[in-house]
T-cell receptor, first 113, second 117 residues
Framework: EPEVTQTPSHQVTQMGQEVILRCVPISNHLYFYWYRQILGQKVEFLVSFYNNEISEKSEIFDDQFSVERPDGSNFTLKIRSTKLEDSAMYFC???????????FGPGTRLTVL | AQKITQTQPGMFVQEKEAVTLDCTYDTSDPSYGLFWYKQPSSGEMIFLIYQGSYDQQNATEGRYSLNFQKARKSANLVISASQLGDSAMYFCAMREAPTGGGNKLTFGTGTQLKVEL
């Protein structure tokens, strides 16, 4: 069964450093998303991406965040200058064009020290 | 106002019993979708079941069913014949606007379910 994959599973970084979180969505899906979940809290939407551009972003998704689909398979989230409060689980999700049920990857746990 | 409300932070159920996890939602959009996801302790988010606002029948997927009461704006998840592996956090989520638009999900705060022997 096709699934969304994410790498790395855990990333530890120093405050102020740049991180890139990687995702491989399900191959025939056209909509891509990033969500985050701060420990013990609910899942929050960050950004959605379709047809090589951002279709919607939340107020969390400020100038330090960016997304890219550098090739036909990967979808990345870059955080330019990490802050302590960026520590969270980051989930990538993808959906196909007909149902838009979103399937989530296993997540990347980001720890900013 | 919260768009998705899950009022049960924690629930206990005996193995093999049925359990209902509550979810109410708030939207003025006539076209929306409601989703339930399971998050085990390992952290991944597993899609369980979907109900569209125009669906006439309640959704079912194996042991999962969704008790959709549109007038009350509730979309409760019913798990029948609970198993130890059902112990997890369960999130209700809503997609506003029509299907196919790639719209975001808004999540509730979750219900932690513990299945006991």
């Amino acid at each position: 069964e096709p699934e969304v994959t994410q790498t790395p599973s855990h990333q530890v970084t120093q405050m102020g450093q740049e991180v890139i979180l990687r995702c491989v969505p399900i191959s025939n899906h056209l909509y891509f998303y990033w969500y985050r979940q701060i420990l013990g809290q609910k899942v929050e939407f960050l950004v959605s991406f379709y047809n090589n551009e951002i279709s919607e972003k939340s107020e969390i998704f400020d100038d330090q965040f960016s997304v890219e689909r550098p090739d036909g398979s990967n979808f990345t989230l870059k955080i330019r200058s990490t802050k302590l409060e960026d520590s969270a689980m980051y989930f990538c999700a993808s959906a196909d064009i007909s149902t838009d049920t979103q399937y989530f990857g296993p997540g990347t746990r980001l720890t900013v020290l | 106002a919260q768009k998705i409300t899950q009022t049960q932070p924690g629930m206990f159920v005996q193995e093999k019993e049925a359990v209902t996890l509550d979810c109410t939602y708030d939207t003025s959009d006539p076209s929306y979708g409601l989703f339930w996801y399971k998050q085990p302790s390992s952290g991944e988010m597993i899609f369980l079941i979907y109900q569209g606002s125009y669906d006439q029948q309640n959704a079912t997927e194996g042991r999962y069913s969704l008790n959709f009461q549109k007038a009350r704006k509730s979309a409760n998840l019913v798990i029948s014949a609970s198993q130890l592996g059902d112990s997890a956090m369960y999130f209700c989520a809503m997609r506003e606007a029509p299907t196919g638009g790639g719209n975001k999900l808004t999540f509730g705060t979750g219900t932690q379910l513990k299945v006991e022997l």
